[in-house]
């Protein structure tokens, strides 16, 4: 539904990103984000809360390269 309202009212659009970091040595994959959707009207200010190794920075670092 929003990617179908004006592109021009927002900052940032993302509809289920997902990265894994595939796993090397034999250890398993580790997915640092999942299923995730978020959409930002311009001007808007948000934060991101979790414990560690909750993917935060790997979110952020996603957005950013957009």
């Known amino acids: 539904q ?3 309202e004006s592109k021009n009212s ?3 659009i993302c ?6 970091y595939h796993g ?3 250890n398993a994959k580790k997915i640092a984000v ?3 959707s978020l959409s930002m009207p311009r ?3 948000f934060g991101v809360l979790g414990p560690n190794g909750a993917g935060k920075t790997t979110l952020i670092n ?5």
Do not use: A, E, H, P
Request: aromatic share 4%; proline share 0%.
């Open 34 to 36: 999942r299923g995730l």
């Open 10 to 12: 927002y900052s940032v």
């Open 15 to 20: 509809d289920n990103l997902k990265k894994v």
């Open 2 to 4: 929003i990617l179908q």
């Open 43 to 45: 001007g808007q200010c």
């Open 24 to 26: 090397k040595d034999g």
């Open 62 to 66: 996603m957005v950013s390269m957009i």
